[in-house]
């Protein structure tokens, strides 16, 4: 990845391009886009919206998958190398660090980012309870920003019809768990149980 210092969303895009293929660069411009979206149609305020410039969903969606294509013991190497802690979670499963990963990373481009913008981007991938309206934001943008093929229209009509940002996150992690256990993958991690405990308790469920 380049070492440049980014001061635009315009540079941080050309910085992802040639970081990333084409099909992942994709995928980010449109979890850039659809958690922008998110947090205007569920009106959400519970977040830093702006920093030196930057925009906050624009930022994280595009900053989120820098690691993705990482090999497995590259991301390990690379956390280690670079400080980043690791649960032991994440060193049994690699690819789930590419959240922390991709986070120092964004650090490098734009040092002193919001922290909750790093933790956003850090628990992307299976969720994490505690964490603010961008977090909630992201972690639905990635499973539903419109180069994921394997939604239908309908089904992703069908969350974005929930009546809250929780509600419409927690049916997303409920679907993901299930998935990851039919599929054989991993159990639900240890963050993402936690999560669904929180959104439960916030749903009255």
Known sequence: MSEQRICTIEQLSDVLKKT???????????????TTMLLEYYG?????????????????GL???????????ALIEYCRNNGVELTDWEIKSPVLAH???????ASLLAPGYPESWKKAIE?????????DDLAQALFVADFIEPSRTFLTE????????KASLTACEYAILCDMIAHWKEKGYHDASEGSLL???ELEEKLGI
């Open 195 to 197: 999560l669904k405990r």
């Open 123 to 131: 628990a992307h991938t299976t969720g994490r309870n505690g964490l």
């Open 99 to 105: 959240g922390k990963a991709s986070a120092h990373m």
């Open 20 to 34: 990333v293929s084409e099909r992942r660069f994709i995928h980010s411009v449109g979890v850039a886009q659809t």
């Open 44 to 60: 959400c305020t519970d977040y830093v919206k702006t920093w030196n410039g930057l925009e906050a969903g624009a930022f994280c």
């Open 154 to 161: 309908e089904k992703r009509r069908q969350y974005l019809a």
């Open 63 to 73: 900053a989120h998958d820098l690691a993705r294509e990482m090999p497995g013991q």
